[in-house]
């Protein structure tokens, strides 16, 4: 079975956090932004919960997105690819693909 394009896209987004980053992700208590942002009204993208800037002082979705880009992070990994995973679902959706992502991880320490 093949998997769908935008899980790709996903997982390779995700692969980005390391093990406990991706904890932070899987475990965080607040909404997150799962579309088009990375940052809106009070809520962070997957990323920058991920990396632990979700505390950032007066943030902005600009500030974000070029802090994220500044450390050399690819963005918007799923923009743009045809699928049906992390479109109706999204937060199911990241929490499975982050969870394989740590997974595969865990399996490779």
Same mark, same amino acid.
């Given at each position: 079975m093949n998997e769908d394009p935008r899980k790709?896209?996903?997982k390779t987004g995700l692969r980005q956090?390391?093990?406990?980053?991706?904890?932070?992700v899987i475990n965080y208590d607040k909404e997150m932004v799962l579309d088009t942002y990375n940052y809106c009204d009070?809520?962070?993208?997957?990323?920058? /919960?991920?990396l632990g800037i979700d505390d950032m002082s007066e943030p902005s979705?600009?500030?974000v997105f070029n802090l994220l880009t500044n450390m050399g992070?690819? /963005?918007?990994?799923?923009?743009?690819?045809?699928?049906?995973f992390y479109t109706t679902n999204r937060k199911e959706d990241l929490l499975q693909a982050a969870k394989e992502v740590l997974?595969?991880?865990?399996?490779?320490?």
């Open positions: 790709i896209g996903l956090l390391t093990a406990y980053q991706l904890e932070r009070g809520k962070f993208c997957p990323l920058a /919960v991920g979705h600009d500030k992070y690819k /963005v918007y990994n799923t923009r743009g690819i045809k699928g049906e997974r595969e991880k865990q399996l490779g320490d």
